[in-house]
Each structure stands twice: as structure tokens, then as C-alpha cells.
């Protein structure tokens, strides 16, 4: 029986110091590594057809590279950028209200049913224009969910077939989208409506699956504010849009949802007197890089202190050519969330008996998180 190339079984190097990934990231010689090669040689050994899948490779962000990756963040350029984001702020504004309202009647409520999920759907609907019928609505979270799931190694073929499938799935909901409707033209599919590539709809499936990461990064913020009594405080103080909007960064650099990212060295490069031959993966391990000594504190930025001077950018959304297009839209969602969050319901706490995260090597995804709410004089 024939082999099939693994790609992550090269020379690994973890990476946690941030000076060292700040390098790496920017380096012409560190890119994504080259899944549909991968996927070609499994093909071979399994006998399995991931034609989608290569082609879902091929539209998107993730493992594009050089001059096709290039163009392609070009033309996202002006939709992920600070006009288009104020330009969603009142919309995704109305809809966080929304979901206060519904969830402010309960006793007792999931930040993932009740919050996560119902904001992703707005999002969909707002940035992306789609909007997902809502007896599908159940589904096509899951699918997303189960999509994320292709940027973790290690993953099983039986696994692949069923991401591959899904991908299908959401894609159906994109081109439906696309045929149907005179896409408005702020969201992203009015503003591709002109573009030109065979690979489009997975390009937009490949952000569609990117942007859920704000509704989980907020659940994890949340869960993580109201396990200390520093953090409950912060979370009483957010309702000060410009107070929190000054602290943002501090919050994200301390609970990032992506654990770590990968580089694959493209040629052999030195940094730092050392050689990586071509073919290193670095696994740059994004928390212990946000977290580094000297330059932070976790203290300091729960006690309300404007972030710790820090030669280094967190790493949250990545870095260089792959950064996070999306890290605008996320930090503005964020913030609106927090903020109308903390005003209309200050007294909530968490409930460790419904408490369910899934660790994986690329993230945290969080299942359940139970919170109950205090009301004073009830
Ligand atoms: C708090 C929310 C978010 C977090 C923490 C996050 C985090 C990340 C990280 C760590 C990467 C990898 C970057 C790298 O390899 O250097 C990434 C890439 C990406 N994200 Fe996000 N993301 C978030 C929200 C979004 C949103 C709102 C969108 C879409 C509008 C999005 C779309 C993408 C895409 C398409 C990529 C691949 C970019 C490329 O390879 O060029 N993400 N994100």
C-alpha cells in the first residue's frame, strides 16, 4: 500500500517566544502550508475522491499562496476595512439588542445557543448577505462547526469525507444567495458581484467559516471575566464603550480562541544564527506568545490598567500575510457585545455545572456555558 505525505510530520518547531514569531510571520519564506498537495496524495492512498475539497482549497484564504493569495486579499480589501465595518455597526448594533431582549426574560441561559449562535446568523445575514431559513438555521451551524475543523491536523479521512460534505452544504447556501437575491451592496456578496473566479463561492464559504470565531472568541471572553472577581469587575465596567473600546486589545491578547497557528518554512532560512531547512513547520503557540514576561500582565489589564507597554502585537488574529482579514469586524462586534451586554444584564454568573469547552490542537470552541442571571430585589 502506498504512503501519503503527511505534512505534519516535518522537522516541528513550537514556537512561543514573540519575537521569534513576529519573524516567522513575515518571513517570504514561512507560508500555509500546502493542503491540496496533501490531499492529492490521499487521495491516492485512499481511494476517496476530495475533488471539493481540493477545490474549497483552492478559493480559499487559508491555503492560497504568493500571487493568488495576494489578489484575493486585494479585493477584500475595502469589505473588511473600517468604512464597510461602521458602515454594519448600527445593523449588527440592533441585533445584539435583540438578543439581550430575548435572553434578558430568562432565568437562566447558554452564551452558545442564546448568544453565539443566534449573533453568527445576523452576522451571516448583515456582512455576508445570506440568510439562512430558519428551519435550517440548527444545520448550517453545525456545518460551519464541522468546516472549522479542516485547519487541525491529524484529521481522519472518515472526518475529511464529512467536512467535505458540509462544505458542499454551506456552499449551496452561498450560491443560492448569489442567484437569488440583488445582494446589497455593502455586504460582501454585492461587493463580489463583479468579481471574476471560478473559486468565488468558496472564497466567500472560507470567510463565512472565519467569521463565526468572533461569536466563540466573545463567549470565551465572557466565560473568562466572570471566573475572577477582577474580570466580574472589568465586565461591570464595560458598558463604557470608550472605556472598553481602549481595553480591547487587552482582552484579546488574554483569551485568544486560536491556540496556534502553522508556517511552513517554503526554503531553507536563518533567523537568529539558526538554519530551518525547508519543509520546518513552526507551531506557533499563540497564547504563551500573547502571555509572554516581561511585557504583560494579566493583572494589570483586569484591573482596568490600559494594556502593559508591549513592544509586540498580540498574536490573536495571526500575523503577516495571512493576518485575520476579519480582526476590524471582530473587535467592533466585540466591543458593541460587551458593552450592551454588561448595561442591560451587570448581574450574571456562571454556572459550573453546564460547562462544556472542546480543546483541540488549532483552538478552543466552547459547547455550553451556562450563566444564570441575579436580579436584585427579585
Ligand atoms: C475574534 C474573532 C476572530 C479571531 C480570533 C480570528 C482569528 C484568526 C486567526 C488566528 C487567523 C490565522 C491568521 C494567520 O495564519 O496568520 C485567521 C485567519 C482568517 N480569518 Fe479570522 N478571526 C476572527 C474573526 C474573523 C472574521 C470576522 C472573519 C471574516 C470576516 C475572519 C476570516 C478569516 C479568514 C478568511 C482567514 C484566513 C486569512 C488568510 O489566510 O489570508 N476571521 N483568523
Same mark, same amino acid.
Given at each position: ?24 510571520? /513575515? ?43 495576494? *489578489? ?9 476595512? &473600517? ?61 460551519? $462547526? ?17 467536512? #467535505? ?10 450560491? *443560492? ?13 454585492? #461587493? ?72 511552513? $518554512? ?16 513552526? #507551531? ?36 503577516? $500575510? ?8 471582530? *473587535? ?9 451586554? &454588561? ?31 441575579? /436580579?436584585?430585589? $427579585?
Amino acid at each position: 500500500m502506498k504512503k501519503a505525505s503527511n505534512p505534519i510530520r516535518f522537522n516541528l518547531v513550537e514556537v512561543t517566544d514573540p519575537k521569534l514569531a513576529k519573524e516567522i510571520l /513575515r518571513h517570504n519564506g514561512a507560508d500555509t502550508y500546502d493542503f491540496k498537495t496533501y490531499l492529492e496524495s490521499l487521495e491516492t492512498v485512499s481511494g476517496r475522491n476530495f475533488n471539493p475539497l481540493m477545490n474549497f482549497c483552492q478559493g480559499s484564504l487559508v491555503y492560497q499562496r504568493g500571487k493568488e493569495h495576494l *489578489k484575493n486579499r486585494r479585493v477584500l480589501k475595502t469589505f473588511t476595512g &473600517s468604512k464597510n465595518v461602521k458602515s454594519w455597526e448600527p445593523q449588527i448594533k440592533e441585533a445584539l439588542n435583540e438578543i439581550t431582549a430575548n435572553i434578558s426574560s430568562k432565568k437562566s441561559f447558554d452564551l452558545v445557543q442564546d448568544l453565539a449562535n443566534p449573533l453568527y446568523l445576523f452576522l451571516a445575514r448583515i456582512v455576508f448577505g445570506i440568510e439562512v431559513p430558519k428551519e435550517q438555521e440548527s444545520q448550517f451551524v453545525k456545518e460551519i $462547526a464541522l468546516a472549522k475543523d479542516l485547519v487541525e491536523p491529524y484529521v481522519s479521512i472518515r472526518k475529511l469525507d464529512q467536512i #467535505q460534505q458540509a462544505i458542499e452544504k454551506i456552499k449551496q447556501h452561498v450560491s *443560492k444567495a448569489t442567484s437569488q437575491n440583488k445582494p446589497h451592496e455593502n455586504s460582501l456578496l454585492g #461587493q463580489l458581484a463583479d468579481h471574476q473566479d471560478e473559486h468565488k463561492d468558496y472564497l466567500v464559504v472560507s470567510m463565512l467559516v472565519g467569521v463565526h470565531t468572533t461569536a466563540e472568541t466573545l463567549c470565551l471572553i465572557l466565560l473568562n471575566l466572570l471566573s475572577s472577581r477582577e474580570g466580574i469587575v472589568f465586565y461591570k465596567n464595560c458598558k463604557d464603550k470608550n472605556w472598553l473600546n481602549k481595553r480591547i486589545d487587552g482582552l484579546l491578547r488574554l483569551y485568544p480562541t486560536t491556540q496556534s497557528i502553522f508556517r511552513y $518554512a517554503t526554503k531553507d532560512f536563518m533567523l537568529d544564527d539558526i538554519t530551518y531547512p525547508q519543509g520546518t513547520l513552526f #507551531q506557533l503557540n499563540l497564547k504563551s506568545i500573547n502571555r509572554s514576561a516581561p511585557f504583560y500582565s494579566e493583572k494589570q489589564i483586569l484591573q482596568g490598567d490600559l494594556e502593559p507597554k508591549c513592544p509586540f502585537n498580540h498574536t490573536s488574529f495571526g500575523g503577516g $500575510a495571512h493576518k485575520c482579514p476579519g480582526n476590524e469586524l471582530a *473587535k467592533s462586534t466585540i466591543t458593541m457585545a460587551l458593552s450592551i451586554f &454588561s448595561e442591560k444584564l451587570p448581574n450574571i454568573t456562571l454556572n459550573f455545572e453546564n460547562l462544556s469547552l472542546r480543546h483541540t490542537i488549532i483552538k478552543t470552541e466552547p459547547i455550553e456555558i451556562t450563566v444564570g442571571q441575579n /436580579r436584585v430585589g $427579585a
